[in-house]
């Protein structure tokens, strides 16, 4: 065990024979709130709280008695907010000051960390350390090492593919002992790999579990090849005793069905579904379902109607263990005919989405508990059941009181419901006039008008700063008698603000769609939408890079996966569903700076399955321009389309939603993103708009969308990559830009066909 003469690090005193890195008091750079790390989550249970604080104290402790080991874990405990404030500053400098004294895991922690900003300098200082302390023999560096590789493409010799070079890595760090590797190696192993091979694999992963590695016991789970169906309950259990959450939760819900008695009294699995709770936050719901039936049931009883409504949601949720939706929509009708509104829309939803009624009486109820809602005072419920009557898919069509009740709720100063009375308007002149809201204002001086822009400001300000509230985590750490200061925000996945994309008005439009089950659980609707794409040939669909690896370059998606075409609600029959046949990233991507962020999906065209309603299918044109050719101005008009929230952490929308955005100067796109040089020069493109819709990182894949061209044939010139904090700072999302990856695109996908294929309609 290496230690220090001193305590210099965790005390901030000046040794003598301090190396230079040692004696620095402040970190050259600064940290982005989006970069890298992920923010920690804010919402740990207890019982996870108090086990990374104890770590963290020993960590401290062990620090400031010398041990090295105990500084990297230290380190890593600010890195990540681990029983510490996340603090990376903090994290950089006890890093820093432990590598700098030759201690080799906390080398590879300052690598990892610096890498993870995406910079030019920080991320070449940090590739160089854990190249470093590979070859210094630590494994868990070697197989970081293949990880960058597998990325960046740095470091590989002359005439060796990334792929074999990123496995001799791995080779290389499982015989030093990594187990990360080991168990990536056994991974990679398929059913198309020679028997022996195959066992060697299983038995790798096999030694792995029995030393408590969780996540081996689970790939050995996932991969029925590879073991004996008979260990599958003692593989879960051991998966979960090593920390893998869902496998706690899938067990804990097998458990819990095999047992009888009243739910709160079944101990075995209560334990399993606080041991899930305990790992990761949401997984808590179930077993606090479960805990808090018995109460609202009583109070429901008494006739307490709150208690009945927040029953009925527990009931009506798909994800516990005490689901009965017909149940719990009774319940929630129940409570919001005796006037608890909030648990109307609630009712509604269950109803058609969960369990898709639509006979005379289940409309009857929509209609009647959406109008309970409206009557109380809820101006969105009004504009919801407008939305129902003027489009006729779940309530008889009733485009007259639709638009009366836009008008009402518009007047009652709901915004979104005026926006659709003035697209009402001009689609059918001889429907009810709008009416003017807050954009129309007097005439006004100039002192006026500044401080009306002032009251602006302040509101807008005050919304940012509620966001960040939610969202981000600020961290001060007084560290050697200095404050420094840090914070980091959520991600966003999906698309925010815009408007619904009528049937057909998009047949390009693709899907990705995961499997109906996880493990032992099955996902909802909203949970399957994995991402967007663009069907831009017969048998291929355009998407991101990161919608179908992971930042190993490891495949995500499972035999399970499907592309749905032809579809506007991802919750109906719709569309047709394909099988994919291949999944291909491009070659350089980097999933952490997201450059070359876009992928090819190959569908199995012939093994298609209609749905009831098929809408128009169609393929969008590639970007036929290069990238020299092609003027991109500020301002210039594109659109992204997606399946995504209507707020920023909201829930996914049931419809395919539109964004009209505008593009931002290359230039400065490609220089704040640090996309420079003969590289990445190009490779980007940077949107937004005025009224802070954006994509986000959209439905991720999807494509941007020009029709600019003088032909005006809708033309797909982006990829929906990433963002930061949608809808509420402005900041332009970024696209990969189709042009710099043309040619990689026709040599994937091989000589065009002549023709373009539509499906059937109504199948």
């Not at 022996?196 to 996932?222: H, P, Y």
Request: net charge negative; aromatic share 6%.
């Amino acid at each position: 065990m290496v230690r220090l003469t001193a305590f210099w690090i965790a005390l901030g005193l000046t040794a003598a024979a301090a190396p230079v890195a040692a004696q620095e008091q402040s970190v050259p750079r600064s940290y982005s709130e989006s970069g890298g790390i992920e923010r920690a989550d804010p919402d740990k249970r207890p019982i996870q709280r108090a086990r990374e604080e104890a770590a963290a104290t020993a960590a401290e402790a062990a620090c400031n008695g010398g041990d090295l080991d105990g500084c990297a874990a230290l380190g890593r405990a600010y890195m990540y907010g681990r029983g510490k404030p996340q603090n990376r500053p903090v994290a950089e400098l006890v890093l820093r000051d432990a590598c700098a004294a030759d201690n080799l895991q906390s080398c590879l922690a300052l690598g990892e960390l610096l890498t993870s900003l995406n910079e030019g300098k920080p991320f070449e200082t940090g590739y160089k350390e854990i190249s470093r302390t590979c070859e210094r023999g630590l494994g868990d560096a070697c197989d970081a090492l293949a990880a960058i590789v597998e990325n960046t493409v740095l470091g590989v010799p002359p005439g060796v593919e990334p792929v074999a070079h990123a496995a001799s890595l791995r080779r290389k760090a499982c015989d030093l002992g990594s187990v990360a590797a080991c168990r990536k190696l056994a991974e990679a192993v398929g059913q198309d790999q020679p028997e022996e091979e195959q066992k060697r694999a299983a038995t790798m992963l096999d030694q792995l579990c029995q030393k408590g590695d969780g996540t081996s016991c689970e790939v050995l789970f996932f991969k029925p090849e590879l073991q004996d169906p008979t260990r599958n309950r003692d593989l879960q259990y051991r998966a979960c005793r090593g920390g893998v959450a869902h496998m706690c939760l899938s067990l804990a819900e097998t458990v819990y069905n095999e047992s009888s008695g009243p739910p709160e009294l079944r101990a075995a699995a209560l334990a399993l579904f606080d041991e899930a709770c305990a790992l990761q936050s949401f997984n808590c719901r179930p077993v606090e379902a479960i805990r808090a039936r018995p109460g609202l049931e009583h109070g429901c009883a008494r006739g307490v109607m709150a208690d009945c409504g927040t029953l009925g949601e527990l009931l009506a949720d798909m994800e516990t263990p005490i689901s009965a939706p017909e149940q719990g929509m009774a319940l929630l009708g129940k409570a919001c005919e005796a006037g608890e509104i909030r648990f109307c829309s609630p009712a509604t939803s269950v109803l058609l989405r969960q369990l898709g009624r639509k006979d005379p009486a289940s409309q009857a109820a929509v209609e009647r508990w959406t109008q309970i809602a409206c009557d109380g005072g809820s101006m969105g419920e009004c504009a919801y059941l407008a939305d129902l009557l003027i489009e006729g898919d779940d309530l008889p069509m009733d485009r007259e009181r639709g638009i009366a009740l836009l008008r009402f709720a518009c007047e009652g100063g709901y915004l979104p419901s005026c926006s659709l009375l003035e697209r009402a308007y001009e689609e059918d002149p001889s429907a009810v006039l709008p009416v003017a809201d807050s954009q129309y204002l007097p005439v006004m001086t100039r002192r006026e008008e500044a401080a009306l822009e002032r009251e602006r400001d302040a509101e807008r300000a005050a919304e940012h700063q509620a966001w960040r509230a939610k969202f981000c985590t600020a961290s001060e750490v007084r560290f050697r008698g200095k404050i420094f200061k840090d914070s980091l925000c959520a991600r966003l996945n999906r698309a925010i603000g815009g408007f619904r994309v009528k049937a057909g008005a998009t047949p390009w439009q693709a899907l990705l769609w995961r499997p109906e089950m996880l493990g032992e659980r099955k996902l909802t609707a909203r949970e399957r939408v994995e991402c967007g794409g663009a069907l831009v040939r017969p048998g291929w669909v355009l998407t991101a890079a990161h919608c179908i690896v992971d930042a190993a370059n490891n495949p995500l998606l499972t035999p399970g996966h499907r592309i749905r075409l032809g579809l506007v609600n991802p919750g109906a029959p719709e569309g047709i569903s394909y099988p994919i046949r291949r999944s291909i990233p491009h070659p350089m991507y980097h999933e952490r700076s997201r450059a070359f962020d876009i992928a090819l999906i190959e569908i199995d065209t012939a093994a298609g399955k209609s749905e009831e309603a098929v809408q128009p299918i169609a393929s969008i044109r590639l970007d036929p321009q290069p990238l020299a050719t092609r003027t991109i101005a500020q301002g210039m008009p594109v659109y992204v389309y997606g399946w995504g929230v209507t707020s920023f952490g909201g829930e996914a929308s049931d419809y395919l939603k539109g964004v009209k955005l505008g593009l931002e100067d290359p230039v400065v796109c490609g220089q704040r993103n640090r996309f420079t040089g003969p590289l990445l020069e190009g490779g980007l493109l940077c949107a937004s708009a005025p009224d802070r819709s954006q994509a986000c990182d959209g439905d991720s894949g999807g494509p941007l969308v020009t029709y600019g061209d003088k032909d005006r044939i809708p033309t797909v010139i982006g990829v929906v990559s990433a963002g930061a904090a949608c809808g509420t700072t402005g900041t332009p999302s970024r696209y990969t830009r189709v042009a710099k990856v043309r040619d990689w695109l026709d040599k994937t996908m091989g000589p065009r066909p002549g023709t373009v294929t539509r499906a059937p309609r109504g199948q």
